[in-house]
Nanobody
Framework: QVQLVESGGGLVQPGGSLRLSCAAS????????MGWYRQAPGKERELVAT???????NYLDSVKGRFTISRENAKNTVYLQMNSLKPEDTAVYYC?????????WGQGTQVTVSS
């Protein structure tokens, strides 16, 4: 089993920045990839960014150039640095972890971008 604990959400003005953190514990050796999904009210959940165990990254087109995903292996933590935030980025952001056989989710953290 893998447990995920998220932090870093909040309310920011357009153009501002936030950094989300997700700390993983448990069967860390089985993790193939980690990333972030988001879900806005009335919309489907979408993949924002992912990073594989080999370090390969992938991003949703609308966040490319603004968001950066990274890992700190010594702390078993993945980060999402979000810059130049837009109101359209408002959503609940969920940490995602993929193992060989299962998918795990964090509890979600609210990101609100508004004046």
């Amino acid at each position: 089993q893998v447990q995920l604990v998220e932090s870093g959400g909040g309310l920011v003005q357009p153009g501002g920045s936030l950094r989300l953190s997700c700390a993983a514990s448990g069967s860390i050796f089985s993790i193939n990839a980690m990333g972030w999904y988001r879900q806005a009210p009335g919309k489907e959940r979408e993949l924002v960014a992912t990073i594989t165990s080999g370090g390969r990254t992938n991003y949703l087109d609308s966040v490319k150039g603004r968001f950066t995903i990274s890992r700190e292996n010594a702390k078993n933590t993945v980060y999402l640095q979000m810059n130049s935030l837009k109101p359209e980025d408002t959503a609940v952001y969920y940490c995602h972890c993929r193992t060989t056989w299962n998918v795990y989710w964090g509890q979600g953290t609210q990101v609100t971008v508004s004046s």
